[in-house]
Nanobody, 125 residues
């Protein structure tokens, strides 16, 4: 069983930066990719960014392109999210996700196999 621990969330003013980290609470694991989703109050959980070790690619939601940067280490089973130029609309609970199942395309939201408990990001105006 994969257990993930997220850290780095907090309260920041608009225009500020935060760096989120995700690591396994126990042993490292084999995966096809890792990434981040977020959920704001009253809204559906949405994709933010992902790294796909399988193809050596990254994906970003349009709303964060140019402001967020994802990085990670497959061997260490870790992923980070550097968030710059934060906006109040970035306020949400941010979840680390892991994709392990075999697919020939990037996974949909319901196809990520493991989820962390989330770390809160609050951006004040």
């Amino acid at each position: 069983q994969v257990q993930l621990v997220e850290s780095g969330g907090g309260l920041v003013q608009a225009g500020g930066s935060l760096n989120l980290s995700c690591a396994p609470s126990g042993r490292t694991f084999s995966s096809n990719g890792m990434g981040w989703f977020r959920q704001a109050p009253g809204k559906e959980r949405e994709f933010v960014a992902a790294m796909f070790w399988t193809w050596g690619t990254t994906n970003y939601a349009d709303s964060v392109k140019g402001r967020f940067a994802i990085s990670g280490d497959n061997a260490k089973s870790t992923v980070n999210l550097q968030m710059n130029s934060l906006k109040p609309e970035d306020t949400a609970l941010y979840y680390c996700v892991v994709w392990v199942r075999t697919l020939v395309r990037p996974p949909r939201k319901d196809e990520y196999d493991y989820w962390g408990q989330g770390t809160q990001v609050t951006v004040s105006s």
